[in-house]
């Protein structure tokens, strides 16, 4: 089958048209047909090999399309059914076909009314919204919330899932101000450029500091956040897309001043609680079929894809990108 491969980690230009062996479902998972291929920031790191992964491979943390074929073990899915699905254990998104945990797929429902394009975007970043909010920062009515790079694909998610679970106060940051006016179509009460949070947290929180600051970014941002928690406050570790050196907390600041330091990891949440993320995507695309989270995606030919990429790992871009089937 032809998929978009590297057989090299590096630039870019590294992710090549290739044909590949056609992936087959074993116990407990379905081959799907992709139509659409959810394009992720996380697949710049594979592709730079910052992320581990055996040559060649094939990037795709999500797609939507339709089964093609049942392995064994597997219940409550039938070929031809429309679906989305997180590839995230494998990855395997950007090939004609992919394999998946059937746990990690999600039937879209015909009076749903959720396009195959808007499906393919939904399983990466709004299931890990949702998780994120729900689980790990245990988000309670009331809370005040910080949620870092607010334009990008889960910061927008991340944004509208907390207004929905309750949040007194969602503030987000962005890099420059022509994001904030993006960010701010997403569920944020106030936007600030990032540079604006060397002024004290009392300056956007009325004094009290932050319930829950949420952190894709790392680097500065992270110390930073640290000292912007409201006593009590949890800081959720998710990602590093500064690409900056790994930064040291202070264990003892954490008791001192009664602050809870929580990571996730959708890729690992997935291969360990597969059900339970199939339980979040469901949850994540029903949102998105009423129009209670809304996403803006943006569709891309494949040929596309290595300026896709290049913006991405400039910080370019905003919303979702999604690719058409190869
Ligand atoms: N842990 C998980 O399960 C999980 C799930 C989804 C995503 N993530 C992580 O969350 C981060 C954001 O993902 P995404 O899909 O939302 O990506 P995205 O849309 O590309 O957003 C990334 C944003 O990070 C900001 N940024 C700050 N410093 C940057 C730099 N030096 N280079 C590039 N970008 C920089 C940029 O926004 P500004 O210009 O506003 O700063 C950029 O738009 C990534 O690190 C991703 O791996 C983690």
Redesign the pocket.
Known sequence: MKAIAISRFGPPEVLDFSEVEMPQPGSGEVSVDVAFAGI???EV?YRQGLVPASLPFVPGIEVSGHIREVGPDVEGLKPGEAVAALTIVKSGGYGEVVVTAADLVAKLERDEQIELATAAGVP??TT?AYL?IDRVARLKAGDRVLI????????TQLGQVAKSRGASLVVG????PS?AEVAARYGYDQVIV?SRLAEPAATFTDGQGFDIVID??GGEMRERSLDLLAPMGRLVV??????ADDVRLSSNQLWLTGKTVAG????D?SSRYPAEAGSALRTALAAVAAGDIHLEIEEIDPRAIVEAHRC????????KLVMRRL
């Open positions: 992720n920031f996380v790191l990466s970043n890990t994120v870092h790079a607010a334009a990008g694909g889960v910061g940051t962005v890099g420059s994001k990032r894709p970014v998710m990602g590093n897309a500064s690409g996730f990891n959708l890729a949440f991405l790992e400039a910080g370019q871009t905003t919303g």
